[in-house]
């Protein structure tokens, strides 16, 4: 699992997010719209200026995914955190992305808007180049499929709100049928533009301050919320069998249309959610009394949330002892509404919740609803604990009238064998030396922390098997936690350099089997790209080549070696006209070949423009 979330930046930041029952909603930024501006009564104007967002949408690694600063700047940010997103949920997993190269892997991203192009299309015609191909919608999927060579099902679902949660479904049932093996499935969601938000106001569903109050009688709408998040899926067999690190277990799923069971496609229906719950828990074999915790839709809707509660109550709250009633809590309290992305919001923290046994609390709960029959029912006000083999249910609700429900259990926990004495070499590897040394730094506050809790074999075989090795190495050795740490901070020795330098040493054979364990993530070298936030310069090659290009260049570099393609190429057109004001002929510029060329060409252009 992986996720970019208002106030959390990983799963370990949200679930001690929710530990705490923290509400990270705050102002809207003035960089995404002037809300203040546009908070008014009736049509176009915006009930509340508070929501969820993530901080940093606009940083990127764009040498670590082989791109240049124009090409990341140009490209929706949606894309640009996506793809990091997969990397980590990749690292957490325990599969290295490249052993995963031209297999059938599928990729299922729930998602339902393009806020970034739309943005970009508003500005005119002039606008509308090339460039902008590469943010429609599609290329979501088709972004990660080709970054990591999958050549599975590649698919953006849209469904409204239950977006994720049914790329989740299509995934199980992809992978129950044999069609893939590994299945990445994410929800992303980045509002930077008011029209949906003024759209929702009006129609009255937006909370006037912010905050989703699911299941109180004081409920009056939802606050959108920035939300990336991604899982890793395998056949649960199949995970055992190579020592993954198994999260949770889907124990089945279904998705299911009010159809005409409701007065309009809009409204939700009592009838539509019953069934899908009836069928989720028939697919997973599952006694529904026997499900401990829900994580609701929960949109704190005065609409909605009587209908979901109600449904919960009839197929999961009956035939309970009252001593043990279904908890039923909405991440959206602490977060907001991540729309497309809040299903698989949802089902992270339901994972958390069974890896943690226990079920933090739903906030802005207030006076209960009076018009549902809280029998068998129960919002957790406290972090609440769960029997250690639990079955949680998650729910989603979208607009088009796709109910969509996922039934999870606790995973069973990985065998542990303890240290005997032996030292282990921990292998680090880093794209860059800035990266290496960031990665040292957390691997120690790691090893001192909560990688305590597993033993230094299993550390270092999961540091060197399951994680990719780029080129700037170190290697720390020991037979505790604490000499792993003390090896990290005095840096190498001849026994670890030949470690290092040893290509054939079988590292397979030298760990043996054994479980992936947590470490920690690849350190981003992120910065800043943002369209009208980069210097133009002076000379149209030399804006070309900083933006473009990769480094190690000189004058008899090929551009198309160096990075420079058609659509760079493209991109330099335009801003030629724009600068000079005179066309350009492109069959000029795309008979060029080496860097030397292109600076002798732009050097006449430029000539003759003044």
Known sequence: MSCRLPGANSPDQLWELLRRGVDATSETPAQRYDAPALRATGPGGLAGSRAGYVDGIADFDADFFAMSTAEATALDPQQRLLLMCAWEAFEDSGLVPARLRGSRTGVFVGNSRADFLETALQRGLSSATATQLGNVRSLLSARLSHFFDLRGPSVVVDTACSSALTAVHQAVQSLRSGEIPVA????????????????????????????????????????????????????????????????????????????????????????????????????????????????????????????????????????????????????KSNLGHAEAAGGLVGLIKAALCLEHRQVPPSLHAGLPRTDVDWTGLSIPRALTDIPARAIAGVSAQGSSALNAHVVLRSAEPAPRTPDDGTRWP?????????????????????????????????????????????????????????????????????????????????????????????????????????????????????????KHARTGFDEDSALADIGIDSLAKLQLLVELQQRTGHEVDPEQLAALRTVGQLHAWARELMEVSR
Not at 268 to 295: C, H, I, K, N, T
Not at 494 to 510: C, K, N
Not at 519 to 546: F, S, V
């Open 426 to 546: 921990l292998v680090l590897s880093a794209r860059t030396p800035e990266a290496l040394a960031e990665l040292t730094r957390a691997y120690a506050e790691h090893l001192a922390g909560p990688g305590t809790a597993f033993p230094v074999r299993d550390l270092c075989r999961s540091a060197a098997l399951r994680r990719t090795r780029f080129e700037h190495q170190a290697v720390a050795i020991g037979a505790t936690h604490r000499e792993l740490v003390q090896s990290l901070t005095t840096g190498s020795t001849p026994e670890l350099d030949r470690f290092l330098g040893a290509e054939s040493v079988d590292r397979g054979g030298l760990f043996g089997p054994g479980p992936n364990v947590p470490l920690p993530t690849y350190p981003w070298q992120a910065r800043r790209c943002w369209p009208g936030e980069e210097p133009a310069g002076d000379d149209p090659a030399e804006w070309l080549l900083g």
């Open 184 to 331: 990445v499935v994410a929800g992303v969601n980045l509002p930077l533009r008011p029209d949906e938000a003024a759209m929702m106001s009006h129609a009255g569903a937006m909370s006037a301050d912010g905050r989703s109050r699911f299941g109180s009688a004081e409920a009056d709408g939802h606050a959108p919320a920035d939300a990336v998040a991604v899982v890793v899926l395998k056949p649960l067999e199949t995970a055992l069998a190579d020592g993954d690190r198994v999260r949770a277990v889907i124990a089945g799923s279904a998705v299911g249309n009010d159809g005409r069971s409701s007065d309009s496609v809009l409204n939700p229906s009592l009838d539509g959610q019953l069934d899908v719950l009836r069928w989720a828990y028939r697919d997973a074999r599952v006694e529904p009394s026997a499900v401990d915790f829900v994580e609701a839709h929960g949109s704190g809707s005065p609409l909605l949330d009587p209908l979901e509660l109600t449904a919960l109550g009839e197929v999961m709250g009956t035939s309970r002892s009252p001593r043990q009633p279904l908890l039923v809590g909405s991440v």
